[in-house]
């Protein structure tokens, strides 16, 4: 069974539609900006925030309307909204904290993940209430495997899978923490490398066993896999074995070779042990000469 994505959308603090995000991109130009005493926490941090005026559906908190911005560009791209509605349609959300805000000035209850799911099911009319994936970083790249694992099964036709997430004092003050937050803008792979920059954003995509659900499909899925190296809970293996492992998984369901791929995703959090293991887990798959992001 072939599998396609198309009808995809973004917002972050370069845009709100992809077209945008990737215009700026192009031409230089960073979301990151000094935010002196961030979220009160007495140390310049340099962040990624998404400015309101940017959120195109307003909504009860930030978080959601930056996913609802994102989904109804996301459903621009189909040739008929209502199918989200159809109970041949899952949806999955893809977030580490979800609306962690509401710890700040609420009770700890609102902050849970399902109100979110409830919220996406009431507004959209769906069949289905959404799936939650909940696993830090790579929470939208499990939706995406997770979405075609759903269409392969036969447990659903289409998947719209959202990935969302916040900067927070809750997310900033635990990477400052472990002493993981860049002094400036960060420099992934670079021997200078000293942290991350945290940022916000929202994006959604369709998956889908029929392609003329889409004004234009984007692409094929192809494969992916998932691997826990079992290493710590906050660092990675030093020889990149979680890493090295799922995308030897990816390739062999993909029928591809690692000299076929052109470019790759990376974490990249410009963490020293993080950008290390991916390196390590390239070289030894005889990717190190693949362009990579982070």
């Known amino acids: 069974m072939e599998i396609y994505l198309g009808a995809a959308s973004a917002i972050c603090p370069l845009g709100n539609s992809l ?5 700026m991109m192009a031409s230089g130009k960073t979301g990151i900006k000094s935010q002196p005493n961030a979220f ?3 140390k310049e941090e340099f962040l990624g925030i998404i400015p309101e005026s940017l959120i195109s559906h307003k909504e009860s908190t930030k978080l959601r309307g930056m996913i609802c911005t994102s989904i109804q560009e996301t459903l621009n791209g189909l040739q008929n909204q209502t199918i989200i509605e159809s109970a041949e349609t899952r949806v999955i959300l893809c977030t580490t904290k979800g609306e962690i805000d509401k710890l700040e000035s609420e009770r700890a209850e609102p902050a849970q993940l399902y109100h979110l799911s409830t919220f996406l099911q009431e507004k959209y009319k ?3 209430q959404p799936s939650i994936i909940s696993s ?3 929470s939208g790249l499990l939706g995406v495997i997770n979405a075609a694992r759903l269409i392969h099964s036969g447990a659903a036709k289409h998947v719209l899978v959202i990935g969302a997430d916040l900067v927070t004092k809750f997310t900033l003050s635990g990477f400052i923490s472990f002493y993981a937050t860049a002094t400036t803008a960060s420099k992934p792979y670079d021997k200078s490398r000293d942290g991350i920059n945290l940022g916000e954003a929202a994006a959604s995509a369709v998956l889908s066993s029929d392609k003329s659900i889409f004004v234009s499909p984007l692409g094929k ?3 992916g896999a998932s691997a826990n ?3 710590h809970i906050s ?3 030093r020889t990149g074995e979680g890493l090295y492992r799922s995308i030897n998984k990816a390739l062999e369901q993909s029928k591809l070779s690692s000299s076929e791929i052109d470019f790759i995703s990376a974490h990249g959090t410009a963490t020293a042990f993080n950008d290390e293991m991916e390196a390590i887990a390239f070289d030894r798959l005889e990717m190190n000469q693949v362009p990579l992001n982070s």
């Open 40 to 42: 009160g926490l007495g």
């Open 136 to 138: 830090a970083c790579v």
């Open 126 to 128: 769906l069949a289905h």
């Open 235 to 237: 660092g990675p293996s």
């Open 19 to 23: 077209e945008e995000i990737f215009e």
């Open 221 to 223: 899925y192809l494969g």
């Open 229 to 231: 190296d079992a290493n």
